[in-house]
């Protein structure tokens, strides 16, 4: 059940996850082409209105035709203008009849080769792009002025005077292409690896976020198993002795008063239970330090009255009940729920202290904290035991039932619920034969 439900969460946070990188990365990426495409057309546009800087010679070839740079050359002279508007570019004047004329060829290639580009263009157009030989060329249309007219030594043949004539401006944007391709590779191996690290920290994140779910199941199941074996016992008391009387129906009331004793022996079992559940159902069901009275009262005070209230028995059972009381040491909280928390660490102590040993209720203040500590000598509870000593039915010894008023491992269980609502902590150390459990509560708001 719980691994299904890791399952869905870790698909539901990858699929979060996704959507976030893939997104993120998406527009990533369209900015950096809109910042392209907006400096090749800034470049364009800026070719467009400049006037022409290199002529055509009278052999075809444009005087300044150059051939590509070397990356190991600076361009300085102020009449090589290479990389003043991005790159390789030619200009072509073309007319509605199909004449088309170089006006100037800054690509590195043939003006055969520009005039074969721009055949493949439309005048009627305002621009486009144009893909050839692994290079795109972007180009706009415009009308042609007397600033892009060759000088009348080209070779190129004039166009007729009484076509409509129109000037074709080439940009070589295979540079910024190839960043956009360069880009988008980055981009999806960024994408794979924050999904993989991604795909990592959720399933990280997915196990320890159903721990407490699955910690708080497996406590509840075990709270089933535990309550339904302590109700077992009881009912079988019953139910044996109800036989009992059902086989000897015919006998007065008087002479089967002890069939009738267990059957209220096992009754009182159950009810004992039964309120003792409610009690930790109570102390658990709201957050810590709410619905409790917040009055201050006299710690000191209430630790006098349970040890008189304790001493008898403590004598019955040959333990020595001693104390270590400071006066009038106060704390804050609901006074009523520290004397149930008190009454069951000293219950408890008594119960597991033999004869001839000793149990010790000490009260003191330390750092706005009011403490107090039920100290009890005998057997030391195990290390690998302490840590369960509050969780619901556990006990150290099942075997001492104490002719079954031994209870049913729910007193410190409740004892910790109430110090959790009255904002305290309750802890239990045990060594060398020496077992403390410890309350400590606020004294100031």
């Known amino acids: 059940m719980f691994e299904a439900l890791r399952r869905r969460m870790l698909a539901l946070a990858m699929g979060l996850t996704s959507i976030v990188i893939v997104a993120a990365l998406i527009a990533v990426y369209m900015t950096g082409e809109t910042l392209m495409q907006q400096t090749s057309e800034m470049h364009l546009y800026q070719y467009v209105s400049a006037p022409l800087t290199h002529e055509v010679a ?11 740079p070397d990356d190991s050359i600076t361009v300085t002279s102020p009449d090589d203008d290479f990389f003043a508007f991005g790159g390789y570019r030619f200009k072509v004047k073309a007319s509605d009849g199909g004449d088309v004329e170089m006006l100037e060829n800054v690509s590195g290639l043939d003006d055969a080769v520009c005039l074969a580009l721009a055949a493949e263009a439309s005048p009627q157009a305002a621009g486009g792009v144009i893909y050839s030989d692994g290079r795109s060329w972007q180009y706009v249309v415009s009308e042609h002025s007397a600033a892009t007219t060759p000088p009348e030594s080209s070779s190129i ?24 391709h360069k880009l988008a590779t980055a981009l999806v191996i960024v994408a794979a690896l924050a999904l993989l690290a991604a795909f990592f920290v959720s399933r990280l994140i997915a196990s320890r976020a159903i721990r407490p779910a699955q910690a708080a199941w497996e406590r509840e199941r075990q709270f089933v198993a535990d309550a339904s074996h302590e109700l077992k016992t009881p009912l079988s008391i019953v139910c044996a ?12 009331i008087a002479s089967q008063r002890r ?9 009182d079992r159950m009810e004992a239970l039964v309120e003792s ?69 000293m219950d408890n102590a008594l119960k597991y202290t033999d004869p001839n040993e000793s149990v010790e209720i000490a009260v003191t203040s330390e750092t706005e904290r009011a403490v107090l500590r039920v100290t009890n000598t005998g057997t030391t509870i195990a ?3 302490l840590p369960h000593v509050f969780d619901r039915f556990w006990r150290a010894d099942r075997s001492r039932t104490d002719d079954g008023s031994s209870g049913y491992g729910l007193g410190l269980s409740i004892a910790y619920a109430l110090t959790e609502r009255l904002g305290g902590s309750l802890t239990a150390q045990s060594e060398n034969g020496v077992t403390v459990f410890e309350l400590s509560l606020p004294q100031h708001e």
């Open 241 to 252: 002795n109800y036989d009992v009387l059902d086989a000897n129906a015919e006998q007065t």
């Open 383 to 385: 290390e690998d035991d």
């Open 277 to 345: 559940l409610l009690a930790l159902s109570r102390a658990e069901e709201s957050e810590p330090a709410r619905n409790c009275s917040d009055e201050r009262f006299n710690l000191s005070t209430i630790a006098y009255e349970a040890t008189e209230a304790n001493e008898a028995r403590a004598t019955e059972k040959g333990i020595a009940l001693n104390t270590a009381i400071v006066s009038d040491v106060t704390a804050r909280g609901d006074w009523k729920a520290v004397e149930q928390i008190i009454d069951i660490l």
């Open 58 to 68: 009278e052999n075809g070839e444009a005087a300044g035709k150059v051939d590509p």
């Open 157 to 180: 043949s004039s166009l007729n005077e009484s076509d409509d004539e129109h000037v074709l401006t080439f940009l070589d944007t295979s540079p910024s292409t190839n960043q956009l």
């Open 259 to 267: 069939w009738m004793d267990g059957i209220r022996f096992g009754t």
